[in-house]
């Protein structure tokens, strides 16, 4: 099957080989929030309508705020969406990469049909899946179905924070969206950590400790 390959769109590829192989119901999936000191994990999958696939779908980190929320809604109504969010909990409890694969099966189970295949962003595929999977390296900017589900997950993660900074402003959870900033760590150091903060991260350690 030929390819052809853009560094700056997604595309059908990965989906149309897994059709080929008989696969039906294709899901992406990925994740948004491994990074931040603060907040959850959060992992969407996606099945796309393909006679109505949103235009403009690509890696979420790509797109402006106002593009993904407008990509959001599109794909809420036009596709199969699910996702799960890996509290702090969570991720004290398994770490940040064992949290992403807990949420990647949990956005998975969410759907309201099973997919026979489900293509995940990065490097390997989460134990305990539903359903076969399929890891794609670079994958929200290779595969149309991860791009969505990236989108997704970017936006729920974003209005979580948003609902974080309503019980604790101080921190600017809305601002930073938990990243380590400059004015996060600012915050930290003055204030110490929340229950919202991830207590295994070397820097809310180290302001735990103070």
Sequence with gaps: ?????????????????????????????DEAGRGPLAGPVVAAAVILDPDNIPSGLNDSKKLTEARRE??????MS????????????????LNILGATMWAMCGALDALPVRPDLALIDGNRVPPGLS??????????GRSVSIAAASIVAKVVRDRM????????P?????????YGTALH???LAAL???????MSFAPVMAALSK
């Design 192 to 198: 110490g950590p929340s229950e919202l903060h991830r």
């Design 78 to 93: 036009t596709a199969l969406v699910g996702f799960c969010a890996a509290p702090v909990e969570v991720i004290d409890r």
């Design 1 to 29: 099957m030929a390819r052809t390959d853009s560094p700056d769109q997604p595309d059908l590829f990965h989906e149309h080989a897994a059709q080929a192989d008989g696969a039906r119901l294709v899901a992406g999936v």
């Design 185 to 187: 760590l600012e915050a």
């Design 161 to 168: 924070c948003r609902v974080m900074d309503c019980h604790h």
């Design 70 to 75: 407008a990509l959001f809604e599109t794909i």
């Design 170 to 178: 101080h921190y600017r959870f809305a601002q930073h969206k938990g």
């Design 131 to 140: 359903c076969p999977g399929q890891h794609v390296i670079g994958g929200d």
